[in-house]
């Protein structure tokens, strides 16, 4: 069992920057892949990007792609999902999410934990 908490999100213009942190309790962080979703209001749930077990290997949806970057320390067992150039339709409440299985994922039903969700809002 591993408890995801988001912080970072907020009010920020177009063009602007935010980063998202997700911190996970337990010891076996290093041993969940990490992903990053959001979701829009009156829309499903979307990926965003994923993360590898060691941090070498990343995958994003072509919308954040060149935009986001995802990171994480597997000292501090967090996550981290740097937003640039923010644009109004980046819009939505991020989820930070932890997947047990082998290898990287972009559906929401291949993670097994979520945390509360963070709202993110760009103003244009």
């Known amino acids: 069992q591993v408890q995801l908490v988001e912080s970072g999100g907020g009010l920020v213009q177009a063009g602007g920057s935010l980063r998202l942190s997700c911190v996970a309790s337990g010891r076996t962080f290093s041993r969940y892949i990490m992903g990053w979703f959001r979701q829009a209001p009156g829309k499903e749930r979307e990926f965003v990007s994923t993360?590898?077990?060691?941090?070498?290997?990343?995958y994003y949806a072509d919308s954040v792609k060149g935009r986001f970057t995802i990171s994480r320390d597997n000292v501090k067992n967090t996550v981290y999902l740097q937003m640039n150039s923010l644009k109004p339709e980046d819009t939505a409440v991020y989820y930070c999410?932890?997947?047990?299985?082998?290898?990287?994922?972009?559906?929401?039903?291949?993670?097994?934990?979520w945390g509360q969700g963070t709202q993110v809002t760009v103003s244009s």
């Open positions: 993360i590898s077990l060691s941090g070498d290997n990343t």
């Open positions: 999410a932890a997947r047990i299985r082998y290898g990287l994922g972009s559906g929401v039903d291949e993670y097994d934990y």
